[in-house]
């Protein structure tokens, strides 16, 4: 396993743009397939977006498709989502997660390895 901690949330107003970073420990997380998750109070945690260990496969939510881009920079052992045209209903707690395989993705019983978490607030 790989430890990840996510950083970048904050509060902005809709419309806005963060980007999130998620840092990992560990020489072989480049070999990890990873992924974007959030947690809004009361309901469940729910898929946000994928990138493959290599960055050549990308998967997203049909809620973010269009705004939201995960890439990832191997060599600095960093995961990023960037979160454009932000809307109220985007405020969460988004979670990081690696794993090394990338099979049902939106299950987030299928990823070994999460994050501590960072919030995102927008406000209308």
């Known amino acids: 396993q790989v430890q990840l901690v996510e950083s970048g949330g904050g509060l902005v107003q809709a419309g806005g743009s963060l980007r999130l970073s998620c840092a990992a420990s560990g020489r072989t997380f480049s070999t990890y397939a990873t992924g974007w998750f959030r947690q809004a109070p009361g309901k469940e945690r729910e898929f946000v977006a994928a990138i493959s260990w290599s960055g050549g496969n990308t998967y997203y939510a049909d809620s973010v498709k269009g705004r939201f881009t995960i890439s990832r920079d191997n060599a600095k052992n960093t995961v990023y989502l960037q979160m454009n045209s932000l809307k109220p209903e985007d405020t969460a707690v988004y979670y990081c997660?690696?794993?090394?395989?990338?099979?049902?993705?939106?299950?987030?019983?299928?990823?070994?390895?999460w994050g501590q978490g960072t919030q995102v607030t927008v406000s209308s």
């Open positions: 997660a690696a794993d090394r395989q990338l099979v049902t993705i939106t299950t987030p019983q299928k990823w070994g390895s």
